[in-house]
């Protein structure tokens, strides 16, 4: 929730982007645990830093990378943010490596790289 309230242009209806969430909490070096700010579903809480901090580390930067060489150069420095498309497809996933590439047309989730 607190993503989708302080990340310019974002909303609960419509989204954002992940890299536009992540700038904003590099840029308060602070994120509220979802017990402290429950997601609502809706939009119009106001952006505050009030609530106890919850995020253990400090984001020292944000980049955007492209393709499959650019994400596994960024791997070798750690975890990465990564947008995908998740569709009816995917929910029949049980493990391994997923390879569709159809349903990544619109990036509607983001995922932790490791």
Do not use: W
């Not at 419509?14 to 969430?21: E, F, K, Q, T, V």
């Not at 497809?89 to 390879?99: C, E, H, I």
């Amino acid at each position: 929730q607190e993503t989708a309230d302080c990340t310019s242009g974002a909303t609960v209806a419509n989204g954002g982007y992940h890299n536009n969430a992540l700038t904003a909490i590099q840029r308060q070096q602070h994120l509220s645990s979802a017990a402290d700010v429950p997601f609502t579903y809706r939009d119009g809480r106001a952006c505050n830093a009030r609530d106890r901090n919850a995020l253990p580390f400090r984001i020292t930067s944000v980049r955007k990378v492209y393709g499959d060489n650019g994400l596994a150069a960024a791997l070798n420095a750690g975890p990465e943010a990564v947008g995908m498309g998740i569709d009816r497809k995917l929910s029949a996933y049980r493990g391994g490596v997923y390879t569709d590439r159809g349903s990544m047309r619109v990036q509607n989730h983001a995922v932790t790289a490791v």
